[in-house]
């Protein structure tokens, strides 16, 4: 009934399970290895060296480079660790974009909303509360599609760290980690 393959061309017994209950399966992937999806993971700190809008396109691609070109079709996804810092995608050219971002996110949560009694949470310093309003505002995760081995941004399309904080939070400076996740085939 079923087709004779020697035991050893089974990796496992759930490989070999599989072709005795669903020989046809099995069959296709020895077929189609390249259909059998792949994941990454890494992670980066990225120290933004201010308050702002920072570009990070090259941190990324400088952690994920080797294992993205193994990717034809897939996903990644960008998780930013920290509630007072987020991640966007936007304008990569002109350095003017990130100013002028850093700008409008001020006029939309500004700190002295911390000094006028609007923000009961001030404990941390007047852009303390403003960064945690902004990041839910801008979103600390992206996901961005694989084409061909690589992140399928637009020409103009850059990733964004937006530092929200002045201190970086408890510990000074603004070192923030983001988790990088690849999927695909």
């Known amino acids: ?7 050893q061309s089974f990796p496992s017994t759930f490989a070999f ?3 005795l209950l669903f020989p046809s ?3 296709l992937s020895t077929i189609m290895p390249s259909t059998v999806p792949r994941y990454f993971q890494h992670q980066i700190t990225v120290t933004a060296p201010s ?3 920072h570009l990070i396109t090259n941190d990324v691609l400088k952690a994920i480079g080797k294992d993205l070109k193994t990717i034809d079709t897939g996903l990644c996804n960008l998780f930013c660790q920290h509630t007072s810092a987020s991640l966007t995608i936007n304008e990569n050219a002109d350095p003017d974009v990130r100013t002028d971002m ?3 996110l001020n006029k939309l949560v500004p700190a002295e909303w911390c000094r006028n009694g609007l923000f009961q949470h001030t404990m941390e310093g007047d852009d303390d509360m403003p960064g945690h309003v902004k990041s839910s505002l801008m979103g600390v995760s ?4 694989i084409t061909k081995g690589r992140l399928a941004l637009g020409t ?6 937006n530092e929200h904080r002045n201190q970086g939070g408890w510990g000074g400076g603004h070192a923030r980690n983001i988790v990088i996740t690849l999927q695909g085939q």
């Open 1 to 7: 009934i079923f087709p004779v393959m020697p035991l």
């Open 17 to 19: 399970l599989s072709f």
């Open 25 to 27: 399966i099995l069959a």
């Open 51 to 53: 308050r702002g809008c």
């Open 102 to 104: 850093e700008t409008a």
């Open 142 to 145: 992206l996901t961005i599609p």
């Open 156 to 161: 103009w399309q850059g990733i964004y760290l």
